[in-house]
Structures are given as structure tokens and as C-alpha cells.
């Protein structure tokens, strides 16, 4: 295990178990003097029909993503540490791993299962690929 960490990134997506995870950051990201990234990946694989329509539903739920991270952040301590958030769209377990990557941080923190019923069945399909595939360690935050 690491000294420390110097940076550490949460993938955060409005479930209460992703909020247990962010809330558990803040603290190992206080603890280690670290810097703190707040990633939430919106995801639309089961978009289908009119591209149209799935352009408007991904600018809406972009936008929904927007204004829950945005309250996640206001009502915490986050504003104390030195953070940065992002929010993108795309296969979230793909883009937790690419985000890792470029920014190389040293620690990945997630919550336990996903904000679906299907992935709260199983481990969370996110979780266990990120724990397979990441560079760095990864923490699974317990709801």
C-alpha cells in the first residue's frame, strides 16, 4: 500500500452508494494532502431510435448530471481542497479508466454499486471492471 496519495479520483453518478464514496474521498483526499477529481459519466448505451431524440436525451441528462454534481459539491467540504470536476458521457467504466490514466492519479474511489437496479444485483459491473482494469489501486466504498 501507498504512503500516501497525492492524487486521488471518485466517480460519482447520484446514487447514495457514489455519495458514500465522494463523502469517504473528501476525507482521504484531506488526509493525504491530495488533489481530488470528481468525475460523473453519463452514459447512454441504450440509446436507440432517431438521433434527434437521443441527442436531446443526452443534453438532458448531461444536464441532470450537471446540477446533481453541482449540489453534491455545494454541500460539502470539497471547496477546502484543491479539486476539479468533469463530466462526460460515454461507457462509464471505459472513461473512469481513460480519466485515470491522463491524469495519473494514484487512487480510484468508488462506490460499491451503480445507480441501476440490474447493477445493484451483482457487485456493480462498473466497479468490478475498474477494479480489473485500473493502473493504480482502487477503493469500493461500502453503502
Not at 15 to 44: M, P, Q, W, Y
Request: proline share 1%; charged share 20%.
Amino acid at each position: 500500500m501507498k504512503e500516501s496519495y497525492k492524487k486521488i479520483l471518485v466517480a460519482v453518478d447520484g446514487s447514495t452508494s457514489s455519495t458514500n464514496a465522494f463523502n469517504e474521498a473528501l476525507n482521504v483526499a484531506e488526509r493525504n494532502g491530495a488533489k481530488l477529481f470528481i468525475l460523473t459519466v453519463v452514459d447512454f448505451k441504450f440509446s436507440i431510435g432517431d438521433p434527434a431524440f437521443i441527442n436531446d436525451a443526452l443534453k438532458f441528462h448531461l444536464n441532470n448530471a450537471e446540477i446533481e454534481l453541482e449540489q453534491l459539491v455545494a454541500n460539502s467540504k470539497v471547496s477546502q481542497l484543491d479539486y476539479e470536476t468533469k463530466i462526460d458521457s460515454g461507457n462509464p467504466k471505459r472513461k473512469i479508466i481513460d480519466y485515470a490514466l491522463e491524469n495519473q492519479v494514484d487512487l480510484i474511489m468508488l462506490g460499491a454499486t451503480g445507480r441501476g437496479a440490474v447493477e445493484q444485483a451483482i457487485v456493480g459491473s462498473t466497479t468490478a471492471y475498474v477494479v480489473n482494469h485500473a493502473n493504480c489501486n482502487v477503493m469500493v466504498v461500502k453503502s
